[in-house]
């Protein structure tokens, strides 16, 4: 199995990422060290998770320590929903790399359909409907400036991709997307095929315990479980593996270096054909739904029309 996807952009993408969300700060520096030690080369941060100015100092001793050059590693971060205006794209692309301490993003991401009043925190309160085709816009720019290696969306419904392709002189290279066997993405991963923009994996094993996400365990799926017990590996792995089979880039999330090491160890075996066939038989499940977003002024009405009905 490849260890990483090529984007249409030519460049490639490492399979496996490190997720930083929810890291705490202090936990940021030694998870990314590990993890760049275990083998990531691919680091997946973003402005509303509150810690990638400690990203930034773990990717700093990392080069200044010899660990690895900056040219090894794939760095995403993304637009803080604040700053969708054409105008502050660019600011908020600078902001970041100030954070992060380098001078490109391997990629940047609209983080989501979804867009708040400038300089405003992130309630309910402050939604205001998007304008998409001009944010794209100011995107194309950064992709053009050479800032953003690659750009891409998060959280993008097969109409909202289909909506921006439509309008896009440079396509999105990445959708990255909340997918794991339970939630499989089976109709954006097709549409996504066939437009050539790559699949990247969000809360891969599900997400266990974060706040928003409710419905199944992915990690306790007798599925994934049977598939771990039959190839003696972790459910963690056979969640992971999945993914990485089924042509996605995994984010898995660990500040544990056991974890972060095991999350990594997936690319000396894989699922046979008759084991992978099972995972179509599981009951799929939204488990991330973002009901927060049903606002007035959001312009979304209900959880089908923020998701297009993929829900
Ligand atoms: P921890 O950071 O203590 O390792 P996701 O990547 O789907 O968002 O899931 C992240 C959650 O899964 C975190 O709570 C993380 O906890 C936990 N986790 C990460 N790797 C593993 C693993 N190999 N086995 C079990 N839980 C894991």
New binding site residues.
């Given amino acids: 199995m490849a260890e990483s996807f090529v984007l249409n952009t030519g460049a490639r993408i490492p399979s496996v990422g490190l ?1 930083t ?3 705490e700060h202090e ?1 940021v520096c030694s ?1 990314i060290y590990a993890a760049v030690k275990a083998g990531y080369r691919h680091i997946n941060t973003a402005v509303a998770y509150r810690n990638q100015k400690e990203v930034g100092v773990a990717l700093k001793k990392l080069f200044e320590d010899g660990v690895v050059k900056r040219e090894d590693l794939f760095i995403t971060s993304k637009l803080w929903p604040g700053n969708h205006a054409p105008e502050d794209v660019q600011e908020d692309i600078c902001s970041a790399l100030e954070d992060l301490q380098l001078n490109y993003v391997d990629l940047y991401l609209i983080h989501g359909p979804i867009r708040i009043k400038k300089g405003s925190m992130f309630i309910p309160d402050n939604l205001i409907r998007t304008d998409i085709p001009a944010t794209w816009g100011a995107m194309e720019k950064l992709y053009d400036s050479g800032k953003a290696r690659a750009i891409g969306v998060s959280n993008f419904s097969c109409k909202k991709v289909e909506d921006l392709l439509a309008v896009a002189r440079v396509p999105p290279a990445v959708n990255e997307v909340e997918c ?1 066997p339970v939630w499989q993405q089976a109709k954006l991963r097709k549409l996504c095929q066939s437009t050539g923009i790559h699949l990247s994996a ?9 706040p928003g996400y409710c419905g199944p365990s ?2 306790s799926n007798p599925v994934v479980i049977s598939v771990a017990e039959k190839l003696q590996k ?4 056979i ?2 593996r999945w993914g990485l089979q089924m042509g996605q880039s ?7 270096e ?3 090491k ?2 990594f160890d997936i690319f000396d075996w894989s699922i046979p054909e008759d084991l992978m066939a099972k995972f179509s038989g599981i009951k799929q499940v939204r488990l991330l739904k973002v009901e927060f977003v049903i606002h007035p002024q959001s312009g979304y009405n209900s959880l089908e029309d923020l998701w297009d009905g993929e829900v």
């Avoid at 969000?202 to 974060?210: D, I, K, Q, T």
């Avoid at 972790?234 to 792995?237: K, N, V, W, Y």
């Fill in positions: 997720g969300w929810q890291i936990a998870a794991h969000y809360s891969p094993l599900g997400s266990p315990g974060s992915v990690l972790t459910p963690a792995q969640a992971l995994v984010l898995p999330k660990s500040a544990d056991t974890r972060i095991e999350n």
